[in-house]
């Protein structure tokens, strides 16, 4: 009986176990994307769209960390040129970002909300429109200092203002994919 006694603890002693990431501190990094669509109506009726445009990206965050819960706040900001209704424009996006997510070891799934704004200019107009975001991602981390991952995010802008003017009854989505790497500090 000791014998199996002994072999049951010895098995017990060898199952891995879960490992906690340190994901509290500050971070830095960039970001490549894919903005699947970017649209604007007002009273219904398509404005503008825009498709496959490549934002790049900066972003800056800190998270705290209490067990495995991984929460913090990051500040995002992307460039893109697009093609809207055939004529070139610059994009602009700003999100201000309230992560939570769950450690697993070197992996950190996370859920975000946003308060976002975008500028679309061309020769003719600048639209602005500021909202909410949702989204999710996951983050995978390399080393202690580096990580990398990818992030979804849906924005909807309900306060939309067309050359400083308020655009009644308007509204911009954008829906976009990006590939992130950041150093931790």
């Known amino acids: 009986m000791k014998i199996v006694q002994s072999l049951a603890l010895a098995g017990i002693a060898l199952l891995p176990t879960s490992a906690f ?14 903005t699947a669509t970017d649209e ?11 498709e496959n445009h490549n934002p790049i990206g900066f972003f800056a965050g800190y998270q705290a960390q209490s067990n495995q819960f991984v929460y913090g706040a990051e500040y995002a900001v992307s460039f893109s040129a697009v093609e809207a209704n055939g004529a070139d424009a610059d994009a602009v996006y700003g999100d201000l970002k309230f992560r939570a997510g769950y450690d697993l070891g070197q992996i ?9 704004a975008a500028v679309f200019s061309d020769d003719d107009d ?16 390399v080393s202690d200092n580096f990580v ?33 790497a950041a150093y931790k500090f």
């Open 21 to 34: 990431a340190d994901w509290a501190g500050g971070y830095l990094g960039g970001s490549l994307g894919v």
């Open 40 to 50: 604007a109506e007002q009273f219904g009726v398509t404005e503008f769209e825009t």
């Open 108 to 116: 950190l799934p996370y859920a975000l909300l946003s308060v976002s």
């Open 126 to 141: 600048d639209t602005t429109a500021s909202g909410l975001g949702f989204g999710a991602g996951v983050d995978y981390a």
């Open 148 to 180: 990398v991952g990818g992030e979804f995010i849906f924005r909807a802008g309900d306060s939309v203002e067309v050359d400083g003017l308020e655009a009644p009854d308007a509204s911009v989505e954008s829906t976009a994919l990006s590939v992130r």
